[in-house]
């Protein structure tokens, strides 16, 4: 945090350094060793309103904007409640930012106040294996059938599936040569991540330390998604995901640069107790502090 805050981002990080502290480093850690979620935790951070951050007033949240919603992850991490990153970011940029800013007066009136409350979690549905983050090169197919749509295809990477409630999936809705540009034919969807014609297996990483945010590979066949369910234009699908995309990059390295202060602060503290032969040395904390 390189620059002065505001009293009000001041106050965001000092009360989420005073909840993750209060809780203690012995609690996250037998969460991890437990492989369980800290599911107190995300109550208290929850009631204090940090997942309603980036979500307006009138939909339960408190209506501030991208600066504070990066200094309260990159405080919540380095307090030492970097377990809740993953969903943190996903929550609040793909469920809270894109229905704020796309979804219908219905869509928003269902989810926003229970995203801002905590209540629900929320997935992505964008990788794909022969596309990666591309969009451009989506190949799940979204067919209009009536007020319908039948979706048929594959996701990889999805984080978040098994405990998700709602899931922001992009289709494309046109084949790439009836388009009018690169851009035009996808669509976005509200999707339920467990309605009929969807299964997701986990993907079988060995970097998963206990407890940490699983990804899933996703199939999708025959999937069958009411109009309603549309975020933003049909067709127009590109825009909602590419105005988030840069919050939700900006978010993971909030949070990744708050892991990193937890991790330096760690070592510093284990060096100024580590003896060495039968003595203290203070050569090592006085150099981690000098990149502190």
């Given at each position: 945090?390189?620059?002065?805050?505001?009293?009000?981002?001041?106050?965001?990080v000092?009360?989420?350094?005073?909840?993750?502290?209060d809780?203690?480093?012995?609690?996250f850690?037998e969460k991890?060793?437990?492989d369980?979620?800290p599911?107190e935790?995300?109550e208290?951070?929850a009631e204090?309103?940090?997942?309603?951050?980036?979500?307006p007033?009138?939909?339960?949240g408190?209506?501030m904007?991208?600066e504070?919603?990066?200094y309260a992850?990159?405080?919540l991490?380095e307090?030492?409640?970097?377990l809740l990153?993953?969903?943190f970011t996903?929550?609040?940029?793909?469920?809270g930012i894109?229905?704020?800013?796309?979804g219908?007066?219905?869509q928003?009136?269902?989810?926003?106040s229970?995203?801002?409350k905590?209540k629900k979690?929320w997935?992505?549905g964008?990788t794909?294996q022969?596309a990666?983050?591309n969009?451009?090169n989506?190949q799940t197919f979204?067919?209009?059938d009536g007020?319908?749509?039948?979706?048929n295809g594959e996701?990889?990477?999805?984080?978040?599936l098994?405990h998700?409630?709602?899931?922001?999936?992009l289709?494309?809705t046109?084949?790439?040569?009836e388009?009018?540009?690169?851009?035009?034919?996808?669509?976005?969807?509200?999707?339920d991540?467990e309605?009929?014609?969807?299964?997701?297996?986990p993907?079988?990483?060995?970097?998963?330390?206990?407890?940490?945010e699983?990804?899933?590979t996703v199939?999708i066949?025959?999937l069958?998604?009411?109009e309603?369910?549309v975020i933003?234009?049909?067709?127009g699908?590109?825009?909602?995901?590419f105005?988030?995309?840069?919050p939700?990059?900006i978010?993971?390295a909030?949070?990744?640069?708050?892991?990193?202060r937890?991790?330096?602060?760690?070592a510093?503290?284990?060096a100024?107790?580590r003896?060495?032969?039968g003595?203290?040395?203070r050569?090592?904390p006085?150099r981690?502090s000098s990149?502190h």
């Open positions: 945090m390189g620059q002065e805050l505001t009293d009000e981002q001041q106050m965001l000092d009360i989420a350094h005073d909840i993750t502290e809780f203690g480093d012995s609690y850690r991890r060793l437990a369980e979620e599911t935790y995300i208290a951070i204090a309103g940090f997942f309603g951050i980036p979500i007033i009138e939909h339960g408190e209506g904007g991208m504070e919603l990066v992850i990159e405080a991490s307090a030492g409640g970097w990153g993953s969903r996903l929550n609040t940029v793909f469920g894109v229905l704020s800013r796309y219908t007066d219905e928003k009136e269902e989810h926003l229970a995203l801002a905590g979690s997935a992505l964008v794909e022969k990666g983050s969009m451009l989506t979204a067919e209009r007020d319908e749509f039948v979706i996701k990889v990477f999805n984080s978040g098994d998700a409630d709602g899931y922001t999936f289709a494309r046109k084949k790439p040569e388009a009018d540009n690169r851009t035009d034919g996808l669509t976005v969807f509200l999707v991540p309605a009929d014609g969807i299964e997701y297996d993907v079988g990483l060995d970097i998963y330390w206990p407890a940490g699983r990804t899933f199939h066949d025959d069958r998604v009411h309603s369910q933003g234009e049909v067709h699908g590109f825009k909602p995901i105005d988030v995309l840069n939700e990059r978010s993971v909030a949070e990744h640069i708050g892991r990193g937890w991790v330096l602060n760690q510093v503290e284990r100024k107790e003896e060495v032969w003595g203290g040395s050569s090592v006085i981690l990149i």
